[in-house]
Nanobody, 124 residues
Framework: HVQLVESGGGSALAGGSVRLSCAAS????????MAWFRQAPGKEREGVAS???????MYAESVKGRATISKDNAKITLYLQMNSLKPEDTATYYC???????????????????WGQGTQVTVS
């Protein structure tokens, strides 16, 4: 079993930045594919960014150029740096992880079997 704990959310002004963290523990290692998803009220969960075991990243079009996903393999901690925040970035952000995710499916929520409780980001 994998435990994922997100932190770093909060309120930010449009144009500002936020840095999210996700600490992984349990039966996991640095080879797992990890990703950030978000879900706004009344909307479906959508992929934001992913990073695989080799460090290859993938971003949703809506955050390209504004988001950077990274991972500390020693700590098995995932990060998401979001800059130039927009009100439409307001959502609950979830960290998700799985040992096997196809390259074409890394921003699909159904590809992941483990996720955390989420952290709220509100942009005004």
């Amino acid at each position: 079993h994998v435990q994922l704990v997100e932190s770093g959310g909060g309120s930010a002004l449009a144009g500002g930045s936020v840095r999210l963290s996700c600490a992984a523990s349990g039966y996991t290692d640095s080879t797992y594919c990890m990703a950030w998803f978000r879900q706004a009220p009344g909307k479906e969960r959508e992929g934001v960014a992913s990073i695989d075991g080799s460090g290859k990243t993938m971003y949703a079009e809506s955050v390209k150029g504004r988001a950077t996903i990274s991972k500390d393999n020693a700590k098995i901690t995932l990060y998401l740096q979001m800059n130039s925040l927009k009100p439409e970035d307001t959502a609950t952000y979830y960290c998700m992880s799985d040992p096997r995710v196809g390259s074409a499916e890394r921003l699909a929520p159904s590809s992941y079997n483990f996720w955390g409780q989420g952290t709220q980001v509100t942009v005004s």
